[in-house]
């Protein structure tokens, strides 16, 4: 047991590693250790073996924790995501199978130097809000066993919470990234739809599921999101980020939060009324403008995510194992699935129509806030409440989350303060799609000024000094930076840019203007883009990362000679800031540029 491992946020893990007093194995050792002794067994449904765990880890061993972005971090992630021979579930045993490759998300964790744990327990079918209905047993509150954990993606979040892994996969579709979150003091984002991959993911509602992201705190979160935000050709729901344009990363000090106005629902709860007031007050101390906006359309919005036939969908993506197996669900599951198939064509359209309609009267808020802050739940339920009553409690348990998909926003649920009673308390901030470095900065101060601590044992939140992540750091625009090679997602120097707030935005190609040379003197290697002008030229796969201006000078600052900072085209004609290379260093070096990708060099060398 190694007394220097306590909290697994990535702050402390770095510096242990950074300063020898801990290795991968060690941490592990000690992940392990706590699995075994953890008494709430229904976390996880499928547990990787020591064996293969310590592997993994011993892999790292004498690696520089600075080449991979996710160095020597354990993870879990949700058992409708695939993992390559191990069984995907979605908490129905009678539907598992054994997938050959992995969903794209973990693959890239897995490369960026993470370590997987195993795979979580959740509500089967990933169709509930509460953690309840699975056949592998209720996850319990950390905080009150007597209450729910919040679903779906229950194991993942209490996985987080109790300090079993420093992060965790889930999954979104109607808040079950978001809930949990809430009901375990941990921060949960949900990205906007497509930008991770969802392929490998079992399907609740294909065309509203993402990916989402649990960690102890909103730098980690982003952290995570850098690795995996990675367009991926195979998904046809995957979505490439555009450039940004306008406002980007703001701090709370003069950003405008939209709060809905009137009486909102906490179905009875006091406590809950009384955190979310506070949380308002919180934001416009630290110096936000509170602006009321007119929550009804976001409400009706909510309610035809299910009332409506959208839940067609988990008909649509299950229904013949459905038919073939039904005494395989858990009965509510099976009650919500098997009558699923009823809404017809018409009323699909009808509905697609409607929800067009309340999209158009909600576009003009965002001219007025840039970002909405709501409860991330109205109440929490004890398991038996839930089990009783299972539909309608659910039910009230997305009022404010179930309408963010359908609305196409990205939100990040971060702790907001304690209950009397001490159970915890969340608030969410949402914005539209691809506002990520909008709402990460807003929710990582909100968090702080709360001082809930991280997860179960309420450990101290990093410093943003410690993290490199801070509404100061990142205030202002952002700046579009085109890598080519080892500062690239999941490659060794991707941390300078991640290390800074950096987020990723898309992957491009550049214009067919450039030859490619590998500069292998350098370690690690690394690309030379060297213009051509119009002839001779090849496009050159990249990435788009935006860096915080306060971030990018010290940035540059260590890029060596010949590389530079200089302005590459895009395929589409658009300029951007890019590493280019000075010509002399094509002398002898190897020209690569019929390979037109520093991933394909890397996989031939």
């Not at 968090?447 to 101290?460: E, K, V």
């Not at 579009?480 to 120097?493: K, Q, T, W």
Request: glycine share 10%; hydrophobic share 45%; net charge negative.
């Amino acid at each position: 047991m190694n007394d220097s491992i306590q909290s697994l946020d990535f702050t402390r893990l770095r510096e242990l590693y950074r300063t020898r007093q801990a290795t991968p194995e060690d941490v592990v050792k000690d992940v392990l250790a706590r699995a075994e002794r953890e008494s709430d067994k229904a976390i996880w449904i499928t547990r990787l073996p020591d064996t293969a765990v310590l592997a993994a880890a011993r892999a790292l061993a004498g690696r520089d924790p600075d080449t991979l972005p996710l160095f020597g971090l354990p993870f879990a992630i949700k058992d409708n995501i695939d993992f390559s021979g191990y069984p995907t579930t979605v908490a129905c045993p009678d539907y598992a199978y054994t997938p050959d490759a992995s969903a794209p998300v973990v693959d890239a964790l897995i490369a960026a130097g993470a370590i997987l744990i195993g795979k979580t327990n959740m509500d089967q079918f990933a169709t509930g809000l509460v953690g309840t209905r699975t056949p592998y047993g209720a996850c319990a509150n950390p905080f009150d066993p007597a209450y729910i954990s919040g679903g779906s993606s229950a194991g993942s979040a209490v996985a987080v919470s109790k300090g079993l892994v420093s992060f965790a996969l889930g999954s979104d579709t109607a808040g079950s990234g978001r809930v949990p979150a809430a009901f375990n003091n941990i921060v949960g984002l949900k990205p906007t739809r497509g930008l991770l991959s969802t392929r490998g993911v079992v399907p609740a509602c294909r065309s509203l599921d993402c990916v989402s992201i649990f960690a102890l705190n909103t730098a980690d979160a982003a952290d995570v999101f850098a690795v995996v935000a990675v367009f991926d050709n195979d998904d046809p729901f995957s979505r490439r980020h555009p450039v940004p344009s306008g406002r980007g990363a703001i701090s709370l000090p003069g950003a405008r939060i939209g709060v809905p106005a009137g009486d909102l629902n906490f179905f009875g709860n006091g406590e809950a009324e009384r955190l979310f007031a506070a949380a308002v007050e919180r934001a416009a101390g630290l110096g936000a403008s509170v602006v009321e906006i007119d929550f009804a359309p976001f409400l009706e919005t909510a309610r035809l995510l299910y009332e409506g036939p959208w839940v067609a969908e988990r008909y649509a993506a299950v229904g013949d194992f459905v038919d073939a197996h039904p005494d395989s669900l858990h009965p509510v599951i099976r009650t919500i699935i098997g009558g699923a198939a009823v809404p017809s064509a018409a009323d699909a359209f009808t509905a697609a129509y409607r929800l067009r309609e309340l999209q158009r009267q909600i576009e003009p808020v965002w001219s007025a806030i840039d970002a909405l802050l709501t409860p991330t739940a109205g109440t929490i339920y004890t398991i038996a409440e839930v089990e009783a009553d299972p539909i309608t409690l659910n039910s009230n348990l997305g009022t404010y989350t179930n309408y963010m998909n359908l609305l196409d926003f990205c939100g990040v649920a971060v702790p907001a303060g304690f209950q009397a009673d001490g159970l915890p308390f969340g608030v969410t901030l949402a914005a539209p799609a691809f506002r990520e470095s909008t709402l990460l900065p807003l929710a990582d101060t909100l968090h702080r000024a709360a001082d809930t601590g991280m997860g179960a044992a309420r450990h101290a939140n990093p410093a943003p000094a410690d993290t490199g992540f801070s509404a100061d750091a990142a205030s202002g625009d952002t700046l579009v930076l085109a890598v080519c090679g080892a500062h690239m997602s999941g490659l060794p120097l991707n941390g300078e840019l991640t290390g800074r707030g950096a987020t990723l935005i898309r992957s491009c190609r550049s214009a067919g203007k450039y030859r490619f040379y590998a500069l292998e003197d350098f370690s690690p290697p690394r690309p030379g883009m060297v213009h051509t002008g119009d002839a001779g030229g090849h496009a050159i796969d990249l990435e788009l990362w935006a860096v915080p201006t306060a971030r990018f000078g010290e940035f540059i600052a260590g890029v060596p000679s010949p590389l530079a900072i200089g302005t590459v085209e895009l395929e589409d004609g658009t300029r951007v800031k890019g590493f280019v290379c000075e010509a002399y260093a094509a002398e002898g070096a190897r020209d690569i540029s019929e390979l037109g990708s520093w991933r394909a060099y890397l996989a031939e060398n």
